[in-house]
């Protein structure tokens, strides 16, 4: 059973950085992509970013492109969302999911509906 967990959350002032935490449990991820997403109070799900864990292809927004930087833990299944030069606007909901690398495309990999597995999420907020 796939398994995702989430920490890293908290909350800080416009122009600091944090750094969220992805732990993936329950199957091999090597033929997988791992995304995080974001969602704001009455807002639908947001892409941010998302690697291809075999190989290490990355994938931003263009409202994150630059501030962020998704990674992964070669000797584990843990993804990374570091961020930096928060805004108050990236104040969400962070969640990450996963998906067979074969069902996404650069352009499908931005709708929620894509990924197969989310995890809890975990509470960002950016205070100005």
């Known amino acids: 059973q796939v398994h995702l967990m989430e920490s890293g959350g908290g909350s800080v002032r416009t122009g600091d950085s944090l750094t969220l935490s992805c732990a993936a449990s329950?199957?091999?991820?090597?033929?997988?992509?791992l995304a995080w997403f974001r969602q704001a109070p009455g807002k639908e799900r947001e892409f941010v970013a998302a690697?291809?864990?075999?190989?290490?292809?990355?994938y931003y927004s263009d409202s994150v492109k630059g501030r962020f930087t998704i990674s992964r833990d070669n000797g584990g299944n843990t993804i990374f969302l570091q961020m930096n030069s928060l805004k108050p606007e990236d104040t969400a909901v962070y969640s990450c999911?996963?998906?067979?690398?074969?069902?996404?495309?650069?352009?499908?990999?931005?709708?929620?509906?894509?990924?197969?597995?989310w995890g809890q999420g975990t509470q960002v907020t950016v205070s100005s």
């Open positions: 329950g199957r091999d991820f090597s033929n997988d992509a």
């Open positions: 999911g996963t998906s067979p690398t074969y069902k996404l495309t650069t352009q499908n990999m931005i709708r929620p509906y894509e990924w197969a597995f």
């Open positions: 690697i291809i864990w075999s190989g290490g292809n990355t």
